[in-house]
């Protein structure tokens, strides 16, 4: 994350500085705060957005000529200077502290959305406790006939997400209420997060050995079970061959450019979770669609039960067609492709959710595997949820905005507060549809923006040269020549192009969203639609006040210097005028 | 004589029971996929059965005559298992209301599908809704329960870490000030040389020297 350079320095205004216990707490940290929501709940749904294998080829490309150099970039300055992350700006340069300031305003931005995840993480987990799990059946209807048609349409899984847990509104104007059970499990979800900071990185370097491995080993069981699944090789063959259109869109870059701040290179492991989820649920959807249609003919015909295998559907499909194509005409017989399911079976913020509890459903024990599951993921998002917590209150303990006499306590409630009562807005009917707004806008274009001037900065600012004695001194080894080519000219440039591109997308092409809507006509698709003029203004200031700090405190460091020096001038010119007056 | 009175018959329930017929209603049975192997054959027996199993729910309907077996007729069986009924008054001439027989079949929908091993999905009614058992749901949402205990665990925790937190910078404060009494008594006696009280150069311990720190123990080695 942007944020990382806090790993380098460690609590700031006390005369001895934490450290860590030993190299291994330092790398499984690394991992840990690298690891998390973003691999297994943000990297699937870009992945998906983009067409699969399409997007590994911008995540790779982000991740070698952007994403390592800048990570070495933050961990060695973060190192060296041993300054919060507003100071190392500052030491480096005045006119650059807007980027440290900057930054603060995007850890906050993104910890408010990125602890909205970890509710409904939380919410998932508190549901894991019955058997059957909740969102295996379909709640009754009023007069107890049959199911609830709005489950009926789109399935039991997508029903227990957009109805019993969001509670979801059709369009993003309509807020609605606040739903009491978000709320009560955000409350408790701030009161951990607050937990875990009061002390910070003295409780969490032990706590990390747990929470950076464990999900490592979910994970694996999760893959190998996916994998003996029938339908993984279909699946996995069509995820990994990339649709290469999507490449030209901008926004695919942008993506996968803002992914690395979201997810260092550890991205794989999410999206072959991703891969093992995807295909069985599809090929196990595939084969539902393929038996209701075959009972929609034996019925219709009255032919003898289990008399047309899967198999032969077609053809008996085309015989019957063939002779009887009215009767034919008058069943509602869908087209069943793989691909429909594989492409449409969820999207957005969702799909983690809607995937892992449809894999879970499948699985012998599913209580067991689905505490386990969201257990995992819980800690996994709180462990970077504390480093985004971390990217907030460090700068306001460096700022020395609180007198002396108030405890550290008081201020990390006192953020934590903030943060909550901003945060209940996510919690509203609407809500979802603001997160994927915060998600999209509020972190994207600002990362790259400090990230451009963060390499700059070190580079040009501070000195190549200088910078490389320092890693010298530090690791014994001078940078070799592809980290200097990358740091002086690649990366860089990458960014600039991606920023400049997506400038120009963002102004041809208004944005949308996808509602869920039951009153759609191809129900449970989504219906696509455009953000209203309000939201729109929104989205452009989420991307672009936070960078507006860079240019404002270099302007605020000019106008200090030349007043300084117009006081100084004033200074001497009443001084020669004393000294004429005594000559 | 009794021929053409038997043709008649049969030609009245013709009449009374055919597909789409007013008041007739279709019956699909799936009994090879709710039963598999053990499934049995559908004979004239297994309709005798089922005619009188609705008999049985007619005459459990208050202030209804006695539905005989013979006043349920059956007609279009087909291999599927599927086949139409009607229901007859005992004049046989007219087939009872649809609603009537709806609602009876509804009371007793369980006996009726116990009657042949099967369930509401595998005995079919068409156009006669099944009530699905109401889902068994505890007073309380176990994930309130849960919610409570994790809550509450929390809130203990903070608590004490806050306490603790208060304890410790209360005997931060209290420390230095009871070191400084103790300097105060012993200044009187302490020698003096070079203004450097004694003491601290003959103590044991020592101090350190941070000349001599080397960088290597500020920073976490790589």
Redesign the interface.
Known sequence: MAQVSELGQLEDGEDE?P??DN?VQ?LLSCIGFAVGLGNIWRFPYLCQTYGGGAFLIPYFIALVFEGIPLFHIELAIG?RLRRGSLGVWMAISPYLGGVGLGCFTVSFLVSLYYNTVLVWVL?FF??S??HPLPWS?C??DL????FVPECQGSGTVSYFWYRQTLNISADISDSGTFQW?LF??M??CW??V??CV??GIESTGKAIYFTALFPYLVLTIFLVRGLTLPGAAEGLTYLFTPKMQTLQNPRVWLDAATQIFFSLSLAFGGHIAFASYNPPSAVSALLFCLCRNILSL??EF?????SIPRDDYPTVLLHLNATQPERVARLPLKACHLEDFLDKSASGPGLAFIIFTEAVLNMPGATGWAILFFGMLFTLGLSSMFGNMEGVITPLLDMGILPKGI?K?ALTGLVCLMCFLSATCFTLQSGSYWLEIFDNFAASLNLIIFAFFEVVGVIYVYGMKRFCDDIEW??GQRPGLYWRMTWYVVSPLLLLSIFLAYIILLAHKAPSYKAWNPQYEQFPLKQEKLYPGWVQVICVLLSFLPSLWVPGVALAQLLCRQRQKWKDAQLESGLKLQNGRHC | MLWPLFFLMTAIHAELCQPDAENAFKV?L????ALGDKAYVWDTNEEYLFRAMVAFSMRKVPNRGATEISHVLLCNV???V?FWFVVTDPSKNHTLPAVEVQSAIRMNRNRINNAFSLNDHTLEFLKI????A??MEPSVP??II??GV??CI??V??TL??LS??RQ?RRNTKGPSGVDDTEDKCENTIAVENGIPCDPLDTKGGHINEVFLTEEE?????
């Open positions: 500085r450290k860590w190299k330092y190192q919410w508190l549901n406790f019955q059946t709640p009754l007069n107890r006939t049959g059970w009560l499990c409350v408790a009161a951990i607050y937990l009061i002390r034996i019925n009255d032919f003898p039960e289990q405890p306590e530090m690791t | 699909r799936s009994i090879r996929t087909t291999q599927r599927s809704p099944s009530t699905f109401p889902p176990i994930w849960i919610f994790i809550f929390v809130i925790a903070v870490l806050i937190g208060i910078h500020r920073l976490t080695p790589l």
